[in-house]
């Protein structure tokens, strides 16, 4: 079992900039690809950024890419999304997710998930 809690979401203006991590707690999380999502309530969750395990892979959703960069701290069992030139459309709960094999874009392939943290971009 691997706990997850999300942080740093809050409300910021357009064009900038947050950053979220995810402490992990449990196994080790170093054994874990990690991944970022966001979904607004009623609708699927929607894949942004994944890493792996070793730290030498990345994937970005499109809608991010050059915008977004995930990152993480296996010493510190923790996840982070750096997220720059925000726009009001980037407006979500966002969720950091561990998967047990290799990194995938597919929300049902992740087996853990943190609670999620709001990300607000106003206009």
Same mark, same amino acid.
């Given at each position: 079992q691997v706990q997850l809690v999300d942080s740093g979401g809050g409300l910021v203006q357009t064009g900038?900039?947050?950053r979220l991590s995810c402490a992990a707690s449990g196994r080790t999380f170093s $054994?874990?690809?990690?991944?970022?999502f966001?979904?607004?309530?009623?609708t699927e969750r929607e894949f942004l950024a994944t890493i792996n395990l070793n730290v030498d892979q990345t994937y970005y959703a499109a809608s991010v890419k050059g915008r977004f960069t995930i990152t993480r701290d296996n010493a510190?069992?923790?996840?982070?999304?750096?997220? $720059?030139s925000l726009k009001?459309?980037?407006?979500?709960?966002?969720?950091c997710a561990a998967s047990s094999g290799y990194i995938y874009t597919l929300p049902r392939l992740y087996n853990y998930w943190g609670q999620g943290t709001?990300?607000?971009?106003?206009?």
């Amino acid at each position: 079992q691997v706990q997850l809690v999300d942080s740093g979401g809050g409300l910021v203006q357009t064009g900038g900039s947050l950053r979220l991590s995810c402490a992990a707690s449990g196994r080790t999380f170093s $054994n874990y690809a990690m991944g970022w999502f966001r979904q607004t309530p009623g609708t699927e969750r929607e894949f942004l950024a994944t890493i792996n395990l070793n730290v030498d892979q990345t994937y970005y959703a499109a809608s991010v890419k050059g915008r977004f960069t995930i990152t993480r701290d296996n010493a510190k069992n923790s996840l982070y999304l750096q997220m $720059n030139s925000l726009k009001p459309e980037d407006t979500d709960i966002y969720y950091c997710a561990a998967s047990s094999g290799y990194i995938y874009t597919l929300p049902r392939l992740y087996n853990y998930w943190g609670q999620g943290t709001q990300v607000t971009v106003s206009s």
